[in-house]
């Protein structure tokens, strides 16, 4: 089993920052690739960035989210950021961690999510 804590969500205005963490502990496995994910009240889950063990990172190709979000990882910590820079209010949603172990088992966990709110 893995678990997945994430932190760092909460209110921010628009144009400011925000640094999100997801700490994985358990059995991870040696390939796995983490990502973010978000959910804004009324839409389906879409995809935020995600990034692989070896530290390959992609970020959704949306005008949206590029140049604005970096995901990074520190594998001594078994630590997830997602960096937000200029947020927006469409940016608003709860956002979750999700890990996809691939080896030596597969397994799809998920952290129970933290709240970003960009508003004035």
């Known amino acids: 089993q893995v678990q997945l804590v994430e932190s760092g969500g909460g209110l921010v205005q628009p144009g400011g920052s925000l640094r999100l963490s997801c700490t994985a502990s358990?059995?991870?496995?040696?390939?796995?690739?983490t990502g973010w994910y978000r959910q804004a009240p009324g839409k389906q889950r879409e995809l935020v960035a995600t990034i692989t063990s070896v530290g390959v990172g992609i970020i959704n190709d949306a005008d949206s989210m590029q140049g604005r979000f970096t995901i990074t990882r520190d594998s001594a910590k078994n630590t997830v950021y997602l960096q937000m820079n200029r947020l927006e209010p469409e940016d608003t949603a709860v956002y979750y961690c999700?890990?996809?172990?691939?080896?030596?088992?597969?397994?799809?966990?998920w952290g129970q999510g933290t709240q970003v709110t960009v508003s004035s």
């Open positions: 358990g059995s991870i496995g040696s390939v796995y690739v």
């Open positions: 999700n890990l996809r172990s691939l080896l030596p088992t597969r397994g799809d966990y």
